[in-house]
């Protein structure tokens, strides 16, 4: 019994680290696979666990197949799909042509293949009954992911100017998407040219780069590092979501900052953000890993803005961020307004003010910090020498709070911009604010 718990709390962990693997247990079937390839896994000091969907359907394709080969001969050992014996992989070759044809036509009934057809228990014979006609058969694949897997597996061993054609017509249908990822996770995008490739999955914005959540889950998916550096090599590159992001999608962007040496642009802003989910950004930048499960030396993210506005953040997911250190060096912007931070998050940001050489703009505006709550971190924003903006507008700040700010003020050589609206300001506040102000000869607009 102890046992089989330890088993359990391993096996959480697993979830709980890779959450694009979780996300598909919803799926009964998803759901053993997973689990009876993790039991293999655990068993088999050789096996190698899944940290992708094209891992875990590898193994599970490799586990029907072993499972076919066994019915024919005791022995076998198969390390890769591509050692089957000659007869097998032809046939399995054909498996997946079909498989292809059947995504590209969204076709997941064949009627027209023999009862006998050899599907290697790739696919299951479905009998049908009609009243005018009799019986009759037809085939389709134990899964969808299992047929998109298949069609992958097809395009992959094509040549490779037919890979980087079928990938680029392709990415304009919805309905291959999952396909596409398989087909980054088997062919890491090695015989695909960069610069075909960077315009395929990057949009020219000025002179930013944008990247969209489904590049980044091709990135991941392809688990190649150095092809994310070449990608985005120095330049300034911008995520801004068109739908909320899943802990997954955060998870796959967390990587890609981790695995490049540009700059990056997180927009955030009313996407409905929860502590979960800058979890799994912190986890996908703590991701990069080299085969044997140990973090590989890689450069340091520069993130130069995170916007988290009008989100569900806490002072807990404030304490986590700032405890990355490298995520704060190049920082000129944060804004966590209209979220759900209180005072605490002000004590945790005063102990990291000195690793925001950089910051420019902060914006703790819309959120209960409580009156006297900012005292610590204003008594210290001084620290914070290139700030230009200082956004405190309806926070609940009272008369002890501005007194801290006013002894800072006539230090803040830069400051252009601050915001105090709409708080527990006495006219003894007010008082000590303008003459504050006297003293500091850069700051162009108060609300």
Known sequence: AVEMKDLQKQFSRYLSSYPHIFSMMYIPLNCAIVICVYKEGIRDPQSFIPKTSTQLYTALVKALLIRYLRDEQNDVNLKSIDDLPSHVLLQFFKLCKIAYDGIIHQQLIFSDLSPNFNTLGMMQLVPELYADFGESFSHNFLHLTVQEYLAAYHVFHLPALEQERHFQDLLKSSHTKNMLIFLAGLSKFGNLDSEVLQSLLLASVEDKLRITTDSLHFLFEAQNPSLIMTLLGSNTVTFSPAQYPNPFDCFALGYCIASSECRWEIILADCHIH?????????????????????????????????????????????????????????????????????????????????????????????????????????????????????????????????????????????????????????????????????????????
């Open 275 to 447: 502590d979960e989910e800058l979890e799994m950004l912190l986890q996908g930048i703590n991701f990069i890993t080299n085969e044997t499960g140990q973090r590989v030396s890689a450069p340091l993210p520069q993130v130069s803005i995170l916007d988290f506005r009008n989100n569900c953040l806490t002072s807990e997911s404030l304490r986590r961020l700032t405890q990355h250190h490298f995520l704060l060096q190049k920082l000129t912007k944060l804004d966590l307004s209209k979220n759900k931070i209180n005072a605490d998050a002000c004590t945790v940001m005063t102990q990291s003010l000195s690793l925001m050489p950089c910051m420019l703009n902060l914006c703790l505006s819309l959120n209960s910090i409580g009156n006297e709550g900012a005292v610590t971190l204003l008594s210290s924003i001084s620290s914070l020498s290139s700030l230009e903006q200082l956004g405190l507008y309806d926070t609940g700040i009272g008369y002890r709070d501005i007194e801290a700010l006013c002894g800072q003020l006539p230090l803040m050589h830069k400051l252009s911009l601050l915001d105090v609206g709409k708080n527990n300001l006495t006219p003894d506040s007010v008082e000590a604010l303008i003459a504050a102000l006297q003293l500091n000869i850069s700051l162009k607009e108060l609300a």
